[in-house]
């Protein structure tokens, strides 16, 4: 919602040599990591023992870290899709059309093997695949056991818990929490260098 308004005199003062593309580029980055750092931070300690997730330090640590490079990922797709849209308006629009796809073919809402190959692509490319993947692992895989509640109330016997088994593959979805951490981190990485090439070739295009 921001670069679009400040679009026309960033072109402005780039083309009238006040300064590159590049110093631009990352001086706003910086200056929005802190927010990108404290914002998912704040939501991770607050949700995190609310729901009553695995109460050990190195969990909760690692799911900040989750929460954090999924945020900034996410950044990385609004941060595109505000540096080739000027208008805001337009953009706001389409921003779910671009995204929803990311979601529905995940393997969340629809089971992998269910996706047509044609739409692979939207799997693998994203941050809802490897952001779940990677908050499943870090939550269930030091907990292999899981207690389960069986209700035997039909057949007139009292109701209990009993131990669903366990995952011997140390893997849940066949994704290392590992890997899918540092394919969060690689799509942060690529969506950025994307926005900064789409300002890059914006400023020429514009040139006066």
Known sequence: MIFPDERPVFLREVNNNMYKVGPYFWAKVSSELPFSI?????????????????????NFIVF??????????????????SAIFSNKQVAVTLTPVLIVPF???AGFFVATSSIPVWLREFEYISIYKYGYQALMQ????????????????ILHEKPSWDNCGANPTGQIGGMSRGAAMGLLFGLYFICYMISWYILHKLSHDHEI
Do not use: K, R, W
Not at 138 to 153: H, K
């Open 38 to 58: 404290l914002m998912p931070s704040v939501f991770g300690c607050i949700t995190y023992f609310s729901v009553g997730l695995n109460n050990t330090a190195g």
């Open 64 to 81: 900040l870290i989750i929460l954090i490079l999924i945020y900034n990922a996410a950044s990385g797709y609004s941060l595109i899709i």
């Open 103 to 105: 979601m529905l073919f």
């Open 138 to 153: 870090n939550e269930f895989i030091d907990n292999a056991a899981f207690q389960c509640y069986y209700n035997t109330t």
